[in-house]
């Protein structure tokens, strides 16, 4: 896919959507960084009912790492993996009060020290909370990235490098956002909406369909 290509699609997911945000329910970076853990193979509409009762109750680590283990697991049972993820969350929470303030770092090196926070999740925390040119390849966007020609890539940190160096630079901050959104309602994975796409006529995918 050459660049003038590129630059037409993100040109049009700006035009469509000026500002993409996540679908996760946030209103501090502590918040998206408990949510973001959490939502690890979980929907985003799951853990929203989940955080919209926990959130009130305990959104800062020490009022979250008071709740204890089995408080917490009260909260998010309905979470897939929830057992592991309690875990996780509350030693995030124990390293976030006694190494930094109790306040979400701002650096890859230190989110991906935290239990259950990896690349993706650092990428996303980086990119939404801090607004930093990150991208967090998730299965939407490796599957959006390849199908359409935008960044193929044979795994998830080739194509976030390849989506780094091809994203115009005047929508990268947002580019992650628009591609996972694309990929999750229009070029769903069993079958793209090939038909109600925006961006067919630049998509370079061999087998469209007319489904919209």
Not at 10 to 26: G, I, K, Q, V
Not at 114 to 133: C, D, I
Not at 170 to 179: N, S
Request: charged share 25%; aromatic share 8%; glycine share 6%.
């Amino acid at each position: 896919m050459n660049a003038a290509k590129r630059l037409e699609i993100f040109r049009r997911f700006h035009e469509d959507n000026p500002h993409p945000t996540t679908e996760l329910a946030y209103s501090s970076p502590f918040e998206l960084l408990i949510a973001v853990i959490l939502s690890a193979q979980a929907t985003d509409v799951g853990v929203n009912k989940a955080t919209a009762k926990l959130f009130p109750v305990a959104n800062t680590p020490e009022a979250l790492y008071a709740l204890g283990y089995e408080g917490l697991c009260e909260y998010i049972r309905t979470i897939g993996l929830y057992p592991t993820k309690a875990k996780n969350v509350l030693e995030t929470c124990r390293i976030l009060i006694e190494k930094h303030g109790s306040q979400v770092p701002d650096n890859r090196e230190d989110l991906e020290a935290l239990p259950g926070v990896g690349r993706k999740t650092a990428n996303v925390v980086l990119n939404t909370a801090f607004r930093q040119h990150t991208m967090a390849v998730d299965t939407h966007i490796f599957r959006v990235s390849n199908r359409t020609g935008i960044a193929p890539g044979k795994n998830v940190l080739e194509v976030e490098k390849k989506l780094l160096k091809v994203v115009p630079k005047q929508y990268l901050l947002d580019a992650h956002h628009w591609l996972i959104l694309h990929g999750r309602y229009v070029c769903q994975a069993r079958k793209p909406r090939c038909g109600s796409c925006r961006i067919e006529d630049l998509c370079e995918y061999k087998l469209k369909t007319s489904d919209d």
